[in-house]
């Protein structure tokens, strides 16, 4: 059982280059989400789906957009990287019925932009 | 979803409980009580969660008190391995599930 696999682990970006943060899990979550870590911070929220074809903003969604196309997969894409965006990222994915909801959490990607 | 305060951090003796509070007390009627841990640089960890009831599973203890404005978590036995930021989030159960951290208490074990 994967879980939920994030790629890359490391990634070392130059300012203004653009890339894609993948995200899978395999345990058909309806609920998928983005956050970032900073140094010294909890996590953030960037955008989540709540299902195929759904997708809506956190709390710092500028600079990133996202896409549903399958229940496994919620890549999250850089447009222009900005040394701002140096974070580690996560992803989390859960299901939606009352009582099952703690969220599962990949195991991070740490982003470099220089 | 509710604010939540922890202690910045707390050391346990290795072998001992850790006891983690929390205070919750704008906590609606139909939020819940989620612990999370962080062990250094991976993805957050589910531990535990309650509505109203004591709870407990495999990893932890949750003691919720009668009023429901503040939670602690127990660690029956910390080990070197439960060092970690522990993490507690309050939210409304069902639904999209936008958990929302806030910074956690920072838990070390010594030896």
């Known amino acids: 059982n994967a879980g939920v696999t994030q790629t890359p682990k490391f990634q070392v970006l130059k300012t203004g280059q653009s890339m894609t943060l993948q995200c899978a899990q395999d345990?058909?979550?309806?609920?998928m989400s983005w956050y970032r870590q900073d140094p010294g911070m909890g996590l953030r929220l960037i955008h989540y789906?709540?299902?195929?074809?759904?997708?809506d903003q956190g709390e710092v969604p500028n600079g990133y957009n996202v896409s549903r196309s399958t229940t496994e997969d919620f890549p999250l894409r850089l447009l222009s990287a900005a040394p701002s965006q140096t974070s580690v990222y996560f992803c989390?994915?859960?299901?939606?019925?009352?009582?099952?909801?703690?969220?599962?959490f990949g195991q991070g990607t740490r982003l470099t932009v220089v | 979803d509710a604010k939540t305060t922890q202690p910045p951090s707390m050391d346990c003796a290795e072998g001992r409980a850790a006891n983690l509070p929390c205070n919750h007390s704008?906590?609606?009627?139909?939020?819940?009580v989620y612990w999370y841990r962080q062990i250094h640089s991976q993805g957050p960890q589910y531990i535990i969660h309650?509505?109203?009831n004591n709870e407990t599973n495999e990893m932890a203890s949750l003691i919720i008190t009668e009023d429901r404005k503040s939670s602690t978590l127990i660690l029956p036995h910390a080990t070197l391995r439960d060092t970690a930021v522990y993490y507690c989030i309050v939210r409304v159960s069902g639904g999209y599930q936008k958990v929302t951290f806030g910074t956690g208490t920072k838990l070390q074990v010594i030896p």
């Open positions: 309650g509505l109203k």
């Open positions: 789906s709540v299902g195929a074809g759904i997708t």
């Open positions: 989390a994915s859960s299901y939606s019925a009352p009582l099952k909801t703690e969220a599962f």
């Open positions: 704008t906590i609606s009627g139909n939020e819940y």
């Open positions: 345990m058909n979550h309806e609920y």
